[in-house]
């Protein structure tokens, strides 16, 4: 079956290009112009990723990011017209995945979508736990538990603490944790990164202090003995 994609964007023009670039490309998409009617179509449908713009009238994408991740991990890239780290980062301190600044090519976004999406599918494939220390990853339902219950991750966040989990001991650079979370170049500043850290050391409280920064170079999962 194919993916469905929530496209909320409120100019019309540019939401049935994109609405066209990811047809053809074999998405199924459901669109929506405002904040709220888009929160009423995420409610409505089973979605596989949601695309969404931030200057909205009704309600803006910021509070539809938030609503969605209080009941939801779906991906989700934000679409803004502003080109400021301050908007990128709240995206990021939301639990948006991505971003994309307008204008863009649509090919991109459909490209970005799918890496998360193909992310998605290939960590699930791995019918393995990973556990350390109360933390318990189970890849094969993209799940996390720790200290037996169940916490509620981000796409992006349940990439990050994976790969740092099964790289325990070893500093990985931030270039590397980009690499491997958003599989293409990532030019975003690195404080993207420190706030997708900082969101998962909050969410797994006191065993966020096995998530090690190192100055100047990246993060280590490192449990002291």
């Keep these: 079956m194919a993916p469905t994609v929530l496209l909320i964007e409120d100019e019309l023009i540019l939401s049935e290009v994109i609405k066209d670039f990811f047809e053809n490309d074999g998405y199924s998409v459901l669109t ?16 596989d990723i949601v ?5 909205m009238p009704e309600t803006d994408g910021w ?3 938030r609503r969605i991740r209080k009941h939801s991990d779906v991906p989700v890239i934000i679409v803004t017209a ?4 301050e908007d990128t980062l709240l995206g990021f301190e939301l639990g948006a995945d991505d971003y994309v600044t307008k204008p863009f090519n649509p090919s991109i976004l459909v490209a970005r979508a799918k890496a998360l999406l193909k992310r998605g599918k290939s960590s699930s494939k791995k019918e393995s736990l990973l556990e350390i220390e109360g933390i318990e990853i189970d890849f094969s339902s993209r799940t996390l538990k720790v200290d037996g219950k169940e916490i509620r991750l981000t796409h992006t966040e349940f990439e990050i603490l994976s790969y740092l989990m099964m790289n ?6 931030r270039e590397a944790i980009a690499d491997h979370v958003w599989n293409y170049d990532f ?24 998530i090690q920064t190192i100055i100047r170079s990246g993060y280590i999962f490192e449990v002291s003995k």
């Design 82 to 85: 502003r080109d400021e780290d």
């Design 168 to 173: 325990r001991g070893r500093v990985m650079k």
């Design 63 to 65: 509070s539809v990011c």
């Design 32 to 47: 929506a112009q405002d904040g709220k009617e888009g929160l009423q179509s995420f409610c409505d449908h089973k979605v």
């Design 51 to 55: 695309i969404l713009d931030i200057m």
């Design 187 to 210: 030019f975003g500043d690195d404080r993207a990164i420190n706030t997708h850290i900082s969101n998962l050391r909050n969410k797994i409280g006191d065993k966020g202090k096995y």
